[in-house]
């Protein structure tokens, strides 16, 4: 921890994506941020990723390797940006060398949610006629729901959450599966016909919280830019929020150690009563058939090795296996 000596800068800038969504949470960050330091200026500077750009094409198929997240790293090494606000289910989980994981807010619900069309306004995931065309760019969500409803039909869909929704409400499919922290993020919550109960569907890695990026600390800087960077780690921990950061260790460790990125199937889901933490983590295969699924509580401080302990459980049931056959039918395609 830095000390709370540190002049705080005049002014510090905040990468962003340039999607709606993006735009609200670095927004929201702004704000907090400017309450509790009202003598420091904080700007948004706002850039278009990979994942942005690259609307016609299955996220699998691209790669994932900081698709959501390497222009805004970019900015930060190149001190053009102070820091980058992500929806931390984006951001990989090895970061470029010189930047880190600074701060983790407050999860909203991190649970996946049933969008339906209209026609549909009386229906849940279980009572949807065979045949509905439910649409999802998620390797994860997809496996899991082909494994509890293989009756469905699935879709690929890309583009930002209105884009989605004006295909879904044209017709174009019959339900969407989106995640819940997303549409009430953008006002958005009456468009939840079903919030996915974890044992239909275990959510993505950081799913529901925002993780702020920054420049790791480097003695070899300049005095002026180290100054900088160590202020900017202090003042951000403001909005840290420790619970969720528990969790989120434990599920990137869990994520990192099985070497899969956000688009292989892996799900997890964590709780925590008092200082004990529990972590659920799942791999599934694209088509359903086989999901292997396990659980781990210990200890809160213990967050990352537990994450890493239920990876090498899963890992010695079948889990690499799997990982490995859809990394090749991946690379195929």
Same mark, same amino acid.
């Given at each position: 921890?830095?000390?709370?000596?540190?002049?705080?800068?005049?002014?510090?800038?905040?990468?962003?994506?340039?999607?709606?969504?993006?735009?609200?949470?670095?927004?929201?960050?702004?704000?907090?941020?400017?309450?509790?330091?009202?003598?420091?200026?904080?700007?948004?500077?706002?850039?278009?990723?990979?994942?942005?750009?690259?609307?016609?094409?299955?996220? @699998?198929?691209?790669?994932? +390797?900081? !698709?959501? %997240?390497?222009?805004? =790293?970019?900015? *930060? #090494?190149?001190?053009? $940006?102070?820091? @980058?606000?992500?929806?931390? +289910?984006? !951001?990989? %989980?090895?970061?470029? =060398?010189?930047? *880190? #994981?600074?701060?983790? $807010?407050?999860?909203?619900?991190?649970?996946?949610?049933?969008?339906?069309?209209?026609?549909?306004?009386?229906?849940? #995931?279980?009572?949807?006629?065979?045949?509905?065309?439910?649409?999802?760019?998620?390797?994860?969500?997809?496996?899991?729901?082909?494994?509890?409803?293989?009756?469905?039909?699935?879709?690929?869909?890309?583009?930002?959450?209105?884009?989605?929704?004006?295909?879904?409400?044209?017709?174009?499919?019959?339900?969407?599966?989106?995640?819940?922290?997303?549409?009430?993020?953008?006002?958005?919550?009456?468009?939840?016909?079903?919030?996915?109960?974890?044992?239909?569907?275990?959510?993505?890695?950081?799913?529901?919280?925002?993780?702020?990026?920054?420049?790791?600390?480097?003695?070899?800087?300049?005095?002026?830019?180290?100054?900088?960077?160590?202020?900017?780690?202090?003042?951000?921990?403001?909005?840290?929020?420790?619970?969720?950061?528990?969790?989120?260790?434990?599920?990137?460790?869990?994520?990192?150690?099985?070497?899969?990125?956000?688009?292989?199937?892996?799900?997890?889901?964590?709780?925590?009563?008092?200082?004990?933490?529990?972590?659920?983590?799942?791999?599934?295969?694209?088509?359903?058939?086989?999901?292997?699924?396990?659980?781990?509580?210990?200890?809160?401080?213990?967050?990352?090795?537990?994450?890493?302990?239920?990876?090498?459980?899963?890992?010695?049931?079948?889990?690499?296996?799997?990982?490995?056959?859809?990394?090749?039918?991946?690379?195929?395609?």
């Amino acid at each position: 921890m830095t000390s709370s000596a540190t002049t705080p800068p005049q002014t510090v800038r905040l990468g962003s994506r340039k999607s709606q969504l993006a735009l609200v949470q670095s927004e929201w960050v702004q704000a907090q941020l400017q309450a509790h330091h009202p003598d420091t200026q904080f700007e948004i500077e706002t850039m278009s990723t990979q994942g942005d750009k690259i609307l016609d094409v299955p996220l @699998a198929k691209i790669g994932d +390797k900081g !698709l959501f %997240t390497k222009e805004l =790293e970019v900015g *930060m #090494l190149a001190r053009t $940006t102070d820091m @980058a606000v992500h929806s931390l +289910k984006d !951001l990989p %989980t090895n970061l470029p =060398e010189g930047l *880190m #994981l600074g701060c983790v $807010t407050e999860r909203e619900n991190p649970a996946d949610a049933l969008v339906v069309n209209a026609k549909y306004g009386d229906k849940k #995931l279980e009572t949807l006629p065979d045949g509905a065309v439910i649409g999802t760019s998620s390797l994860r969500r997809l496996a899991q729901l082909r494994h509890h409803f293989p009756k469905l039909t699935f879709k690929d869909v890309r583009g930002n959450l209105n884009t989605r929704l004006k295909k879904l409400d044209d017709g174009e499919y019959d339900a969407l599966i989106l995640a819940a922290a997303g549409l009430k993020r953008l006002e958005m919550s009456d468009r939840i016909q079903q919030e996915i109960p974890s044992d239909i569907s275990l959510h993505a890695v950081g799913q529901g919280a925002l993780g702020i990026e920054c420049r790791q600390i480097n003695d070899q800087e300049t005095e002026e830019n180290l100054k900088k960077d160590r202020a900017v780690l202090e003042i951000i921990q403001v909005i840290q929020h420790q619970p969720t950061l528990y969790r989120c260790l434990a599920e990137r460790a869990f994520l990192r150690s099985l070497e899969g990125g956000c688009q292989v199937p892996i799900g997890v889901n964590t709780s925590i009563e008092g200082d004990r933490l529990t972590l659920v983590g799942m791999v599934a295969s694209l088509d359903g058939q086989r999901l292997i699924r396990d659980q781990i509580t210990g200890s809160c401080q213990e967050a990352e090795q537990l994450g890493t302990s239920l990876a090498e459980e899963l890992r010695g049931r079948g889990a690499g296996e799997i990982l490995a056959e859809i990394l090749a039918q991946v690379d195929r395609s």
